[in-house]
């Protein structure tokens, strides 16, 4: 019968419409418009890019949208007083430092240069530790993405088994947070975990997040498992162009599991429309205001 396409890109539309009719209603009833500051700091081509769209997509919402972009021999000190100042200015709400950094600057003292209730990105050591310990905080941008998605599909998770493969910092570890605040029992799995189909097997949920093109086949997948591919990998087509794959192998994938997020057009487009959330979110708790129901986790 196949899988149900679970689509990134509608999903994505309807947070982004709910974050602008919040953001309506924020600057109405109280005169608060939130704030996102994106720093970039050198000249990557894909960060450029991805900047320009966080940019656009702010302003579409409603918010102010203050890009800072800076030489790529900038020097951490210059980057740290920059921090200093956007943590210190009431109108910014939301500050993400666009990574990856040039490799003089330390990614990890900058990011926890980032005041907390700022960090939108969901990075700074405070964060993950909130998160870790199941209180609030701001959470990284994908796995929240993801995370909103599964609710929607399942309704409640609790009790459901997940496997995410993938242990990075940016979506692996706290996605298994969320996943297990939702009551869900987690693995987490990776490149070394002995029998790794079989482990996939098991799950309810699988969340793929290893960096690998087409690595989970249809094969490893539990008949009518809901499927979230996290990867975004660019691999040679036979007719010599790139094309965008994910992590899983979608045809064999989606011939076996329920429901199952393309590459392109599932997971990615979520990761801005939370950004946005997060911002928003962020603004609200800074002026003791109800938080955005069903854009946080």
Not at 35 to 55: N, T
Not at 133 to 146: E, I, N, R
Request: glycine content about 10%.
């Amino acid at each position: 019968m196949g899988a149900t396409v679970i689509n990134g890109k509608e999903f994505a539309a309807s947070v982004r419409e709910k974050v602008a009719e919040h953001v309506t209603r924020l600057k109405e009833d109280n005169n608060i418009t939130p704030g996102l500051a994106v720093v970039l700091v050198g000249e990557d081509p894909a960060s450029q890019v991805y900047v320009r769209s966080k940019g656009k997509q702010t302003v579409e919402v409603g918010m102010n949208s203050y890009e800072h972009k800076l030489e790529a021999d900038t020097s951490e000190e210059d980057l740290l007083a920059l921090i200093a100042q956007l943590n210190n200015d009431p109108a910014v709400h939301g500050i993400l430092v666009q990574l990856p950094l040039p490799d003089h600057l330390d990614s990890d003292l900058v990011i926890n240069a980032i005041d907390p209730a700022k960090d939108v990105d969901g990075f700074h050591i405070s964060n993950v530790g909130l998160l870790g310990t199941g209180q609030k905080s701001m959470v990284p941008c994908t796995p929240l993405g993801c995370l909103m998605m599964l609710r929607d599909h399942h309704g409640s998770l609790s009790g459901l088994n997940a496997v995410v493969v993938g242990r990075s910092n940016i979506v692996g570890k706290p996605m298994a947070q969320l996943l297990l605040g939702d009551s869900c029992t987690v693995t987490i799995a990776h490149s070394r975990t002995k029998d790794l189909p079989s482990v996939v097997r098991q799950a309810d949920i699988v969340v793929a997040a290893v960096g690998r093109p087409e690595m989970v086949i249809g094969d490893w997948i539990k008949p009518g498992a809901t499927v979230i591919d996290v990867g975004i990998n660019r691999i040679e087509a036979a007719d010599g162009k790139n094309r965008l794959v994910g992590d899983c192998h979608y045809e064999s994938c989606a011939e076996v599991a329920g429901a199952i997020t393309p590459v392109p057009g599932g997971v990615g487009p979520m990761t801005i429309a939370c950004l946005l959330a997060n911002t928003l979110t962020a603004c609200c708790r800074a002026n003791g205001l109800p938080e955005p129901d069903g854009l946080t986790a």
